[in-house]
C-alpha cells in the first residue's frame, strides 16, 4: 500500500512540472538590448536620430532608434555568424557568455570593429577566435 501512495506522489509531481511553461535558455530581446549571436549575425551600426540601429537574426530584424549611450549585450555561441561595429560608430557593448569560432570557410572573423570605437565589458566566458 504504501509503494501505491508513492507512485502516486510521483506521477503527480511529474504531472506538474509537465505542466510549467517552458522558456528559452537564450534569445534576442530587443526591448532589454540583448542579442543573440546564435540567432545569425549581429551588425551594429548608425542609426537614424543620431543613435545606433543594430540588425541581426537570420531575418535580419532591425532594432533601431537605440540611444547613442544605452549598453548592448551580445549573449550566444556560434561557428556560424559574425559580430560586427560598422566604421565611425562608438557603442558601449557587453560580452556575455560568448563564443564565436567560425568554422573554417564561414568567417575570417569573429568580431569585426575596424574604425569603431568600441567600449568594451567582457561578462562570464567570453571566446573570439577569427581565422
Given at each position: 500500500m504504501k509503494t501505491k501512495?508513492?507512485?502516486?506522489?510521483?506521477?503527480?509531481?511529474?504531472?506538474?512540472?509537465?505542466?510549467?511553461p517552458v522558456t528559452a535558455l537564450a534569445a534576442s530581446n530587443p526591448a532589454s538590448y540583448t542579442f543573440d549571436i546564435s540567432e545569425g549575425d549581429i551588425t551594429i551600426g548608425a542609426g537614424s536620430s543620431s543613435g545606433l540601429k543594430v540588425t541581426y537574426g537570420a531575418a535580419s530584424d532591425v532594432a533601431d532608434n537605440i540611444a547613442a549611450t544605452q549598453n548592448i549585450t551580445v549573449i550566444g555561441e556560434t561557428t556560424a555568424y559574425g559580430l560586427t561595429v560598422e566604421s565611425g560608430v562608438t557603442v558601449n557593448l557587453?560580452?556575455?557568455?560568448?563564443?564565436?569560432?567560425p568554422a573554417s570557410g564561414v568567417y575570417k572573423f569573429a568580431f569585426n570593429m575596424?574604425?569603431?570605437?568600441?567600449?568594451?565589458?567582457?561578462?562570464?566566458d567570453n571566446t573570439l577566435r577569427s581565422l
Open positions: 501512495g508513492l507512485l502516486s506522489v510521483l506521477l503527480c509531481a511529474v504531472l506538474i512540472l509537465a505542466m510549467l557587453t560580452l556575455n557568455n560568448v563564443d564565436i569560432q575596424s574604425g569603431a570605437t568600441v567600449n568594451l565589458t567582457l561578462s562570464g
